[in-house]
């Protein structure tokens, strides 16, 4: 008689594939010495990779203010220009309002192109550059773009299979995804969560520190 398949609860899936990723892929970010990862960062960057390793248009990391967000994805697109060096890539902080020609003035200045005032040329600068090789561009305080800057990097990941990485609160990531065709595209939603009182419990820098004055920092 076949043996059965042990029985997994629906409940635990998430977990059960988050746990496989933080384990599979953690060595994404492990040859950075000053960052200190967790379980969180690990799952991060593995779906990071996916993103970019299957040319997916978006990937979001969203999560509560102070979860390494932003340290965890710059420390990844350093990953992705050691490991992919034919990529182009590009880390942008959105500015309050970050209008579409804000937004394309950023693209073309880590692009190392002219750049102009019209709209059209510089969308169609930025566009022919990335056409002839793809993108991997973070940016980050997303939620500071108006809908039109979203419309502008739709067009340019469709177009030029290039993927762009939203790092945005967690209470404007429900607003992206009700644009419907804005979560078409969303292809990773890599959620950061804050350190476990184990995780912090058991880094380097507080191994001097007795057990009770760790839970208290913590």
Not at 72 to 85: G, I, K, S
Not at 89 to 110: G, S
Not at 139 to 145: K, L, P, T
Request: aromatic share 10%; net charge negative; glycine share 2%.
């Amino acid at each position: 008689m076949a043996q059965q398949p042990p029985y997994i609860n629906p409940e635990d899936v998430d977990k059960i594939v988050e746990d496989w990723l933080a384990s599979e892929y953690g060595d994404v970010l492990d040859d950075e010495t000053d960052f200190v990862q967790t379980r969180a960062t690990r799952i991060i960057a593995a779906r990071l990779r996916d993103a970019v390793e299957d040319e997916f248009p978006f990937a979001l990391v969203t999560g509560p203010a102070g979860c390494s967000k932003t340290v965890t994805t710059r420390h990844f697109l350093r990953y992705v220009r050691e490991q992919w060096p034919w990529l182009n890539t590009a880390w942008i902080h959105a500015q309050p309002n970050y209008e579409p020609n804000a937004l394309l003035e950023a693209l073309a200045l880590n692009l190392y192109i002219t750049r102009t005032r019209r709209f059209r040329d510089l969308l169609h600068t930025v566009h022919t550059q990335l056409s002839a090789k793809r993108m991997v561009a973070v940016v980050d305080e997303a939620q500071r773009m108006p809908r039109e800057s979203f419309e502008v990097l739709k067009y340019l990941a469709d177009e030029t299979s290039s993927t762009f990485i939203l790092i945005c609160t967690e209470d404007f990531a429900p607003q992206i995804r009700r644009w419907r065709d804005i979560e078409s595209r969303i292809g990773v939603v890599a959620e950061a969560e804050p350190v476990s009182p184990e995780e912090l419990i058991e880094m380097p820098m507080l191994a001097g520190l007795p057990k009770a004055s760790r839970q208290k920092i913590y």
